[in-house]
């Protein structure tokens, strides 16, 4: 009886110990993801801001689209004569 009552103390305790360790080792790596995945967005948001002398168009107004496409119908043709040195 007393080897039992040893076998499932030493048995629980050691459940007990590995599954403390086992959410140690999953905290530390999502601690690591989080830390690397903020790292990258950091990053990321440093490579899209503009910097002093960037021009970015977000936007062009329709009204802008539809007269300047009036304005251009296209060029008159023009003969193309080869010359010879």
């Keep these: 009886m007393g080897f039992i009552f040893k076998f499932i103390l030493i048995a629980i305790a050691l459940s007990w110990i590995f ?3 086992l959410q140690f ?6 601690r690591q993801f989080a830390e690397h995945a903020q ?3 950091r990053e990321e948001d440093m490579r899209r801001r503009s ?3 960037d ?3 977000n936007h062009v107004p329709r009204d802008f689209q539809e007269k300047r496409s ?3 119908k296209g ?5 193309y ?3 010879k040195d």
């Design 39 to 41: 790292t990258l967005k």
């Design 75 to 79: 060029g008159d043709y023009i003969d």
């Design 55 to 57: 021009i970015h168009v």
């Design 70 to 72: 009036k304005e251009i």
């Design 51 to 53: 910097r002093e002398g």
């Design 19 to 21: 599954s403390k360790l």
């Design 25 to 30: 080792f999953i905290r530390s790596k999502v």
């Design 81 to 83: 004569e080869e010359v």
